[in-house]
């Protein structure tokens, strides 16, 4: 199958740190792929290098066969490379339901432009997308006096609400209780894949990594050292030495 992301030479480096040296991969459309490695791996770097919030050394990422190194992060998002974002402080006060409109309104500009209340048009789609991730008893609620679960499946409508055609989530479950990270990494899962979204995520809990990504890279001191299917990776013997600690 034609790679939607096809990652190549990637590499970074801060200093005399090489972050990121010479990495290969492809992201499937439709695909959950795993980053897994130490901290200090390079996998924050290799998300940041793919968003456009850092510019690479070497390498290029294209989507779709088209190079997205050079492009500022907007138009990286704009072009369907979607990812989590934190509610910023500015937007707390607002409800959740009205962050998931400004999200869809700046999705949609070009009408938002012909239409001064194109808000209240996207009230059904945000209402239908806080649906899906079990949010929408909390609709009117401020952003700011939510949960921090919960704040975690507004972070995922957000998201969704650009219509991505892939997601990168960098620790998406970060802080949350191992019930809790299960939970909204299976809601995850089943959103994607219903969608036909392509995913790249990094996670710490190898239970959420097992059990959801179709395939598993691995990152130590930057350079990818196994790739495959989660059986594979899991009986490798590098990885077993470097990561998997067994
Ligand atoms: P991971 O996400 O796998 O934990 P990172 O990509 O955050 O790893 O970091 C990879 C390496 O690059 C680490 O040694 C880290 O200290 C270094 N690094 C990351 N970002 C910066 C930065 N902005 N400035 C300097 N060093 C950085
Ligand atoms: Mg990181």
Not at 106 to 116: D, M, Q, S, T, V
């Amino acid at each position: 199958m034609t790679a939607l992301l096809q990652v190549r030479g990637l590499s970074k480096a801060f200093g005399g740190v090489q972050a990121v040296r010479a990495v290969d991969f492809d992201l499937k459309p439709g695909e959950l792929l795993a980053m897994i490695g130490p901290n200090g791996a390079g996998k924050s770097t290799c998300f940041n290098l793919i968003n456009g919030q850092l510019q690479p050394d070497a390498g290029s990422v294209r989507l779709a066969g088209e190079e997205m190194i050079g492009l500022t992060p907007r138009r990286i998002w704009r072009l369907g490379v979607g990812r989590t974002f934190q509610i910023a402080a500015a937007f707390a006060s607002m409800s959740v339901r009205e962050n998931v409109q400004m999200v869809l309104i700046a999705h949609h500009r070009r009408l938002r432009a012909l239409l001064p209340s194109a808000a209240a048009l996207y009230r059904d789609e945000a209402m239908a997308l806080l649906e899906q991730v079990g949010m929408a008893g909390q609709a009117e609620r401020a952003c700011g006096i939510l949960a921090y679960g919960d704040i975690k499946r507004v972070e995922l409508a957000l998201a969704l609400a650009a219509a991505p055609r892939m997601l990168l989530m960098d620790e998406p479950t970060a802080g949350m209780a191992p019930a809790e990270r299960k939970a909204l990494m299976a809601l995850t899962a089943s959103i994607v894949r219903e969608r036909g979204i392509a995913v790249l995520f990094t996670e710490h809990d190898m239970d959420v990594v097992f059990g959801h990504a179709d395939r598993i890279m691995v990152l130590d001191r930057g350079q990818k050292i196994a790739e495959g299917e989660p059986e594979a990776v899991r009986a490798d013997p590098q990885v077993q030495a470097s990561y998997l600690g067994s």
